[in-house]
């Protein structure tokens, strides 16, 4: 099913939603936001998904983040946006973020919420809540800093700096800058290469990194992730492939 402004799709084991209102710089209104969670709760929800690949229409913009139309006349709650930043960095899937263009505001954050972030040449990023008068909650200044380090997060958020996309790889919001025609081809076939690899020992790392980065991870949790995956038949595939000199076939189990 597909939405007009937020269209989802899954195909193997990859998931993909793109953020469709390129007239609106791809914002996103509660009603995007609503479809958002669902869509994201879905994929947790649905085994065979293994990796999700998140873009947006256009060759403009990836994200505008919050409506500020939306923001202005009330119909906007902020917390709504909090919620689908928090859900989207605890996806049980590795996520990856191909942008189709610059981004801003709150784009970018949901840029960082994902584990993976492929950028193309000549778009640039623009945060300008202090322009306009805004602070950002705990959350997402926390996820700046956690993810970029203190000085750029204030490169960022506080001098509301606009910085290109070599300066975005530099600096390690970018993971990889290719150019716009290639971008949906390199991002699909990185998206496949997650997806071929070991599903429970890729979940596993990325919920015990992710707790080891905000100070949650249980370590029982983590011994018993890590067991689990060490009883896998996953584990048995992939140490008979690498023997017999073969591509695994992993089935999640």
Known sequence: MNDASIRFSSEGHIARIVLNRPGQHNALGAAEISQLHDRLAA?????????????????RT?????????????????????????????????????????VFGGGAEIALCCDYRIGVTGSRLLVPAARIGLCYPLNGLQRYVDKLGLSVAKRILVASEELDADTLLAIGFLHRVVQPDSLQAQSEAFAAHLAGLAPLAVQAMKRILGGIADGSMDPA?????ADACAASADLREGLAAQRERRTA?????
């Not at 949790?221 to 992730?225: I, S, T, Y």
């Open 43 to 59: 994929i947790d929800a649905d085994p065979a998904i293994r990796v999700l690949l998140l873009t947006g229409s256009g060759q």
């Open 62 to 102: 990836f994200c505008a983040g919050a409506s500020l139309s939306e923001f202005r006349s009330g119909d906007m709650n902020a917390g709504l946006f909090t919620t689908l930043t928090d859900r989207l960095a605890r996806l049980r899937v590795p996520s990856v973020c191909a942008l189709n263009g610059s």
């Open 221 to 225: 949790e983590a011994n018993r992730l």
């Open 249 to 253: 076939r992993f089935s999640g189990s």
